[in-house]
Every structure is written in structure tokens, then in C-alpha cells.
């Protein structure tokens, strides 16, 4: 007896449930257009990052930050500590109304995509696209006029659609995001309205700290990625000497990687196929914010 798989089909299959997905999933939807949003994890996920949005992107999003701040982590920012690693810090300070947003992508992410209106097909990873007359056929499950990919720096549709670029010039960072136990938010000196910036010393690169309420989030990151783990390593040590972060971390920083804009090499655009977001390669050169250009593009 031979069972045959329940064919979908729709209009656009966005491979990837992050900002950029569900942003274009809730677009199409409003302007009613069957999409589906395929992603291998189940939401809400956590999502390593540094997780601050600029205002423009609940602008954007037609998000009113003190409605999202009523169940969610919102930690508004007045400012900034900036300076070398080894050196001084600078703060600026920007009166008003706050200068960005810290979030957490694990609430951030499932918000806009449970809102989004998308078909949604999650726990699900992408294994295969072919061509199949004018549509493209993907894991032999979904029928789609048009396939986007938005899965990120590694999206598996760049991958099997040659939008890899040859030579890639990758930001290599490490990141770690933790809820501080009662000691540690009594003796953590970092100023949640003002995180702290610190460039290395071969302005290749930034590490940060950013606590947000109660979690506190460390990372670097760096063009080059020669010896990341080792500049991490020491980047910690410096901030447990300078008493910013508990000297004993809850676990190991894990790595991700993006793409700054101006470095792409990536084709976005080619047979009914399209990549936005991080799979495009668009973060801000000067920040390497992710977020905006995603939500943008999307």
C-alpha cells in the first residue's frame, strides 16, 4: 500500500520564522496572499544575539513599545559607555525619549510570528528545493511560487541555490545571555540605560554588556575571526577584573555569524527565489545591527 504526503500549496514559502520572515509573512497576509513560513524550530526559541532594536523598528512593525512592554521585556536606553578595551569609558547620554530598546529575541521573535497570520509549519527543517514546471517544490511537501529565504546567515536556501558567495568577509561573534541570581543583580554594576561598548584594540571588533532587567547579556564580535575564542576569553577576564560580570559565567558564550552590507557578495534575487535579512547579508556596517535591515528589507 503506498501513502502519498499532503501536498501545500501556496503562493510564497518563506524559509525562516525570525524578524525578516515574519515581517514579509505578515505583509503578504494583509494583502491577501497564501504564505507559509517554514521553520525547523519550535517557537518560542531562543536566538543567540545582542537583542537591541533602534525605535525605527517598531515604527516599522506598527509595534507601540509600552503596548509590547506590558508582557515582554522592554529595557529602554538613555545612553551609552563607550571605549577601548583596557581604556576608559566615555558615556553619552541622549535625553528624551529613549535611543534604542533592549529585548529578548525568545519573546521578541514568537511575538511578531504568532501575530504574523502566516501559515506556519515549525519543528520542521528544510532538506530539499527543485524545480517542479514553475514552482519550486520543497522538502516534497510544499508547492510555492516563490521561495524566500530568511533563515539567517546559514539560510539552507542561499546554501542550495548557489547565493553563497565565494568569499565572504563574516563577522564572527560570541554571545551569552543569562537571568542573574539575586547576588548577582545586587553586585551587577552595569547600568541597564546605558550599555557599555568596548572596541578592541585593533578596531577589528566590539565586545559589549547590556543587562536587561534581570538578564545580563556578553558578547564580542569581530571581522576577523582568527582566534575568536581566545579574544573572548580575554575579553571576559578584563570585565570579571573590572567587576562588570560574575566571575563565574553560566555556561559557554555560543557563536553565531552575519554579514556586513557593504561586504555582500550574495545573488538575493533569482529564479522565484529571494533572500532578505541576515541570509542577504545586510547589517549595518557601522553597528552591525541586524534587526532594521531585516524588518526593511522584509
Known amino acids: 500500500m503506498t501513502t502519498h504526503k499532503q501536498m501545500i500549496e501556496t503562493e510564497v514559502l518563506i524559509i525562516g520564522g525570525g524578524p525578516a520572515g515574519s515581517t514579509l509573512g505578515r505583509a503578504l497576509a494583509q494583502a491577501g496572499k497564501r504564505v507559509v513560513i517554514l521553520d525547523k524550530a519550535q517557537f518560542p526559541r531562543d536566538k543567540i544575539c545582542a537583542g537591541w532594536v533602534t525605535p525605527a523598528v517598531f515604527f516599522e512593525l506598527g509595534i507601540d513599545p509600552s503596548d509590547y512592554a506590558r508582557d515582554h521585556l522592554l529595557q529602554a536606553i538613555h545612553g551609552f559607555?563607550?571605549?577601548q578595551i583596557g581604556q576608559a569609558l566615555v558615556q553619552s547620554d541622549f535625553p528624551g525619549e529613549p535611543a534604542s530598546y533592549g529585548i529578548r529575541r525568545i519573546e521578541f521573535d514568537n511575538y511578531l510570528l504568532q501575530r504574523c497570520g502566516a501559515q506556519l509549519i515549525l519543528g520542521q527543517p528544510f532538506r530539499s528545493m527543485k524545480r517542479d514546471n514553475d514552482s519550486w517544490l520543497v522538502n516534497d511537501t510544499i508547492r510555492a511560487g516563490l521561495v524566500v529565504g530568511a533563515g539567517g546567515h546559514f539560510c539552507p536556501v542561499a546554501r542550495a541555490t548557489g547565493a553563497k558567495g565565494p568569499a565572504e568577509t563574516v563577522v564572527a561573534a560570541q554571545e551569552i545571555e543569562f537571568e542573574m541570581s539575586p547576588q548577582q543583580k545586587a553586585d551587577c554594576r552595569v547600568d541597564g540605560e546605558r550599555p557599555e561598548l568596548y572596541f578592541t584594540p585593533d578596531l577589528k571588533g566590539y565586545g559589549w554588556v547590556f543587562r536587561k532587567g534581570d538578564y545580563l547579556n556578553i558578547g564580542l564580535g569581530r571581522e576577523d575571526k582568527h582566534r575568536l575564542s581566545a579574544h573572548v576569553e580575554d575579553f571576559c577576564d578584563y570585565l570579571a577584573q573590572k567587576n562588570r560580570i560574575p566571575r563565574d559565567l553560566p555556561g559557554?558564550?555560543?557563536?553565531?555569524?552575519?554579514?556586513?552590507?557593504?561586504h555582500t557578495t550574495r545573488t538575493v534575487v533569482?529564479?522565484?527565489?529571494?533572500?532578505?535579512?541576515?541570509?542577504?547579508?545586510?547589517?549595518?556596517?557601522q553597528s552591525g545591527e541586524g534587526i532594521r535591515p531585516a524588518v526593511e528589507s522584509a
Open 81 to 83: 559607555r563607550t571605549g
Open 252 to 262: 559557554k558564550l555560543k557563536g553565531h555569524a552575519y554579514l556586513l552590507y557593504p
Open 270 to 285: 533569482k529564479d522565484k527565489v529571494l533572500l532578505i535579512g541576515d541570509a542577504a547579508g545586510l547589517a549595518y556596517a
